[in-house]
């Protein structure tokens, strides 16, 4: 459909809580993943990172994430997020926010559940870095953003090849 513009830190909307699709509302959810997928090849070609993009990040406050891994795109709507116990620090980055980078802790291990675009019902579990990934954009649909994580004042720093300054 179309390369849309990824809402920026400092965006007050990006603090937005998504609402739920209804089945009657899956043909909307289609489109917004063509768009979200537009969007996030877009923005790897011009920064060189994103697995993942959430649906708020494009001004549309829908809890949709499209996720593209090991060469498969998934669309997750509706998802719900398990944790696991066991928690690790990383360095977490954002298309809302290019360059930057804030350390914060994640859960190790999570469960997705969610609708697909035919409304089936599916799960994923991840561990690691696809962990981190996935309570990242899940948190996008809760309005929260990673630099509200932070350890603390000093757990902030810019990565110049993901900012564009080569």
Known sequence: MAVREILLL???????ISSEISPEQIEKAKRISIDLHDTMLDFKEKYRFGRAIAAPQI???WRIIYMNWANHPYVLVNPRLQFGEEQFEV???CMS?????VKLKRYKKTTISYKDLEWNECALEFENDLSELIQHEYDHLDGILAVQKALDSKSFRINRLKAGCY
Not at 10 to 16: A, I, K, M, R
Not at 97 to 101: A, D, S
């Open 10 to 16: 400092g965006n007050e909307d990006l603090y937005s």
């Open 59 to 61: 001004g549309e406050f």
């Open 91 to 93: 360095w977490d980055d």
């Open 97 to 101: 926010f290019p360059g930057l980078e």
